[in-house]
């Protein structure tokens, strides 16, 4: 009879990567259960929407991570909800998983903040293929100039970007990036400059999290290289062909990215605990769910803040942090230990904003800007990336685009966007 006790894990992502990896070793058999079978690396989908990697470069098999860890096993499967009396949790189809302890980290989906039109007509970017459907849309709109370039005035080569964040400003710099150097050559019949990438920000700077210094930077960078910026604008409603903004006006477009938020995944709405800013899951200090002690919160789902109430960023950091705290404790709870606070240690944030120019933002006030943050990002992210055969086929990707000015296979795939519950046996 099988006496280890049985730690459930929910989710691939960084934290619940993380948590697993953790629980390495330990005298417990560990069931990852995810809703796809590999983990995809977020930071990065924004080069796959642009042609500049290829979607399996930035993803990897759960299986392959986990090969040679014995304690753990792999469960392709949609979770639905948890039932804390029985310790059991719901998956789509097949039978329950019992749990001693668990942890949930099923990260977060987009959010759309109720604007009208946007989930229908608005283009995510959270997902392997979102961004191949997204890198598609986009070719097409240039093959249908192409072909009927009265379609330019109506819009169609206009790129509308909603949020400024860190993601709408790293997609803008690589969207003009390769209209200028690739889809110009793609397309000799077509003006380039009718390009337009357009970035929609409601507050009144970009890449808020950064210092001003490096805002402004960012912003200087960015309309340097042809990107069109609006602050202090809202996206009001979104059509198939327009989008409307706060300000009134409406501006002819096919393409409507939305990088302006997530919130929880919606798995949190199905478990009737209690909710946070953006529909986290509020958490006791040490991460785990109030009056449930073995059941742990990480990553993007958890609501976990700092000593004063503060919560914490929904980043990669964050959830890699959470999730090895979540399994640690649960480590020590197996040998009758008493459970710790969480608390972070930022170890800074970047974003890059085109080739050989980005911002990086580290503790003690240390500060990067252009080439020097450009390659620091280069390598941090190339260290994260998991698997030695994709940091491998970035790098050469990387190098190859750099030296080339050249981009991977511009190939419109005709995908439809699945729900998070479609990769299930
Ligand atoms: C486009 C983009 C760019 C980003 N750029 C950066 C960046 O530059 N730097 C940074 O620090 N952060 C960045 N982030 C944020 C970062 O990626 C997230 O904070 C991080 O991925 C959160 O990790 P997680 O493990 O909580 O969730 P995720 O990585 O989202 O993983 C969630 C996991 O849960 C699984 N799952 C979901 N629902 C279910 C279910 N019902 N049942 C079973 N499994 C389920 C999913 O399949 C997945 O395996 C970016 C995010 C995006 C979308």
Known sequence: MNERPVVVVIGAGFAGLTAARTLRGVAADVVLVASRNYHTFQPLLYQVATAALEPEEIAHAVRGIFQRQRNLRFRLAAVTGVDFAASTIAVRSGPP????YLILAAGADVAYFDVPGAAEHALPLKSLEDAVLLRGH????????????????????????????????????SLVEWFDRVIARDFPSIDIRRARVIVVEALDRLVAPFDEQLRRYTFATLQRRGVDIRLGEAVTRV?????????????PTRTVVWTAGVRASHLADALGVSQGRGRRITVEPDLSIPGHPRVFVAGDLAASTDAAGQP??????????????????IVKLLAGAPTERFVYKDPGIMAVIGRGAAIAQFPFGLRLTGFPAWLVWLFLHLMYL??????????????????????????????????????EP
Not at 97 to 100: C, E, G, K, L, S
Not at 160 to 165: E, N, S, W
Not at 239 to 251: D, R, W
Request: aromatic letters at 10%; glycine letters at 8%; charged letters at 20%.
């Open 386 to 423: 998991v698997g030695f055969r994709n940091r491998l086929n970035v790098l050469i990707n990387w190098a190859w685009n750099y030296f080339t000015y050249d981009r991977s296979a511009r190939l419109i795939m005709e995908l439809s966007r699945p729900k998070e519950t479609d990769h």
């Open 312 to 329: 914490y960023p929904q980043l990669a950091q964050v959830a890699i942090q959470t999730g090895r705290h979540a399994a640690r404790q």
């Open 138 to 173: 986009v070719i097409r709109q240039f093959e249908a100039a192409s072909t009927d370039p009265a379609l330019i005035d109506a819009g169609v080569l206009n790129f509308v970007l909603v949020g400024g964040g860190p993601t709408g400003v790293e997609m803008a710099g």
């Open 239 to 251: 059509e198939a062909e327009t989008v409307a903004l706060k300000s009134g006006e409406a501006i």
């Open 97 to 100: 998983v019992r749990f001693d």
